[in-house]
């Protein structure tokens, strides 16, 4: 298998119990890319991933090849020492990690749920690294509410469909519950602006998860098709921040706009 599954954790049994929603999770995809990839349970924050990511943030994949150097510099020792570079700086031994912040890993429902949701970007990424790439362009662009994303969608629908399966209907709708709940107490008990917007985010993508039929049929490429098409008035803003992507990497050279909003 080309994951590996680190759990941090002094509590054996709680240690196991994270290990084996892991595995289950993983079970569940029929396809995932060979990439090497680090599945990391943390059982706290790393401060790097909160600062970036956000107040709200359970978990995240990130892409080593095309984070850039900052994510590997600021990952702590433990992770970055004893797992990404083991051998020193020449040599990593990963391409991908998902990290789960230390609230997140040790709730059942909600480490199934972030884990599968980033496992779906994860297999978006390496099986269709151009359909991720256009679906980056459209996150980055703001035009859409981050869920309205079609690779944010998706990985939405294969996370609560994979949390039912695994966790069962009533304790997926009661996790949901209480993080919108937790949610909204926190936007009213934030006073810092973006620590507020960050919230009522978060609020709003939850309710779209609440609300979220599962089991409809989704199409990526077909829904990312129609949301570029939708977007086609603002196709200069979007070869605006093309622009920038590309200059990044070479990831999204093979992104054109005209085969979606024509020319």
Known sequence: MAIVIEVKNSDPCLKSKIRCDALRVIDQFEKLPTAKLLAFFDDEDAPFFRDKFGPMNRGQWVGLEDAGSYAICEWPDYIKKDHLYPCGQGTRAFDHVIYLFGATSTDSAGRVMTFAHELQHFSQFGLNVQLWAENYLLLLSMHLPEYEVPSEHEARIVAKRVARRLCGDEAIDRYLERIIAEASSAAESWTDQARQNAAK???????????????????????????????????????????????????????????????
Not at 241 to 251: F, I
């Open 201 to 263: 985010c978060e609020i709003n993508n939850l309710k779209f998860v609440k609300n979220l039929d599962c089991d409809v049929p989704y199409n990526l490429a077909d829904e990312t098709a129609s949301a570029f098409r939708r977007l086609s008035e603002h196709r200069e803003h979007l070869q605006n921040v093309l622009e920038v992507l590309r200059n990044r990497g070479a990831l999204f050279e093979q992104v054109d706009l005209q085969r979606y909003c024509g020319k």
